[in-house]
């Protein structure tokens, strides 16, 4: 009789938005013990800021995996690249390691663990996931500049504003909060936007929070001739019609 063979457990950890202090005690105490450390980036190339936080908690053995997820709009490639990461991440485990996928933020908002676990169930439906929830980058930045997100019975809403900019429109109709989240290249049109409805001074910028290079602007008039890459891992903070802040 052949012996049972024992998988690792994949661990999906939130290293935060940028400043390492703000990785969680079980998250850094993992990639401390782990010796596959999986890796997401957007380009071959590039470097991974998600593991340019993570680096100072790993073990000096740990073996770093790179994972390209490039960012495109084609859903043929974008699957393949899908599955050929849960395959990677899959040997690793079959061997009985256990391994780290680390990633901005936390593991289930907008990130690509939520992909990759979804095609690591179709490769093995029993595979033994956990995940280490992680500081969002619009609770850190409500954080910076004191900004109330849920107060009461107001609601909040996140919206990517890669979205249709009416799909942000209706949502600012609503008293509450609303968290715009990948801006990107549409910072103008989405100020433009903020300005038209009447919420512009109600809402705060905040980009690469708890970064080196972080920057903070309560006056998002000021951003109308901003570089292009400002937007790039920005968030956005509105009290729309009728919120407050402190």
């Given at each position: 009789?052949?012996?049972k063979?024992?998988?690792?457990?994949?661990?999906?950890?939130?290293?935060?938005?940028?400043?390492p202090?703000?990785?969680t005690?079980?998250?850094?105490?993992l990639?401390?013990?782990?010796?596959?450390?999986?890796?997401?980036?957007?380009?071959?190339?590039?470097?991974?800021?998600?593991?340019?936080?993570?680096?100072?908690?790993?073990?000096?053995?740990?073996?770093?995996?790179?994972?390209?997820?490039?960012m495109?709009?084609?859903?043929?490639?974008?699957?393949?690249?899908?599955?050929?990461?849960?395959?990677?991440?899959?040997?690793?485990?079959?061997?009985?390691?256990?391994?780290?996928?680390?990633?901005?933020?936390?593991?289930?908002?907008?990130s690509?663990?939520?992909?990759?676990?979804?095609?690591l169930?179709?490769?093995?439906?029993?595979?033994?996931?956990?995940s280490?929830?992680?500081?969002?980058?619009?609770?850190?930045?409500?954080?910076?500049c004191?900004?109330?997100?849920?107060?009461?019975?107001?609601?909040?809403?996140?919206?990517?504003?890669v979205?249709?900019?009416?799909?942000i429109?209706?949502?600012?109709?609503?008293k509450?909060?609303?968290?715009?989240?990948?801006?990107?290249?549409?910072?103008?049109?989405?100020?433009?936007?903020?300005?038209?409805?009447?919420?512009?001074?109600?809402?705060?910028?905040?980009?690469?929070?708890g970064?080196?290079?972080?920057?903070?602007?309560?006056?998002?008039r000021?951003?109308?001739?901003?570089?292009p890459?400002?937007?790039?891992?920005s968030?956005?903070?509105?009290?729309?019609?009728?919120g407050?802040?402190?």
């Open positions: 009789m052949s012996d063979i024992i998988f690792g457990t994949l661990y999906g950890i939130g290293v935060g938005p940028g400043d202090e703000l990785m005690v079980k998250g850094a105490s990639l401390g013990e782990c010796r596959h450390v999986f890796v997401p980036k957007a380009r071959t190339e590039a470097n991974s800021l998600a593991l340019s936080i993570a680096k100072t908690y790993l073990r000096d053995q740990a073996e770093i995996h790179e994972l390209v997820f490039p495109s709009a084609d859903e043929e490639e974008l699957s393949a690249h899908w599955r050929k990461n849960a395959s990677e991440i899959n040997n690793i485990l079959r061997k009985g390691a256990d391994a780290c996928f680390i990633t901005l933020g936390d593991p289930f908002l907008y690509t663990f939520i992909y990759l676990v979804r095609e169930r179709q490769l093995r439906p029993e595979a033994r996931i956990v280490v929830p992680g500081v969002t980058a619009f609770s850190a930045a409500a954080s910076l004191a900004f109330p997100v849920g107060e009461g019975r107001d609601g909040v809403t996140i919206i990517p504003a979205e249709d900019i009416d799909h429109r209706r949502a600012l109709q609503d509450g909060t609303v968290i715009l989240m990948k801006i990107g290249k549409r910072l103008r049109e989405v100020i433009d936007l903020l300005e038209e409805e009447g919420v512009i001074d109600g809402s705060v910028f905040v980009s690469r929070v970064m080196a290079d972080q920057r903070l602007e309560t006056d998002l000021t951003l109308r001739d901003a570089a890459e400002t937007g790039y891992l968030i956005i903070l509105v009290h729309a019609k009728g407050g802040a402190i």
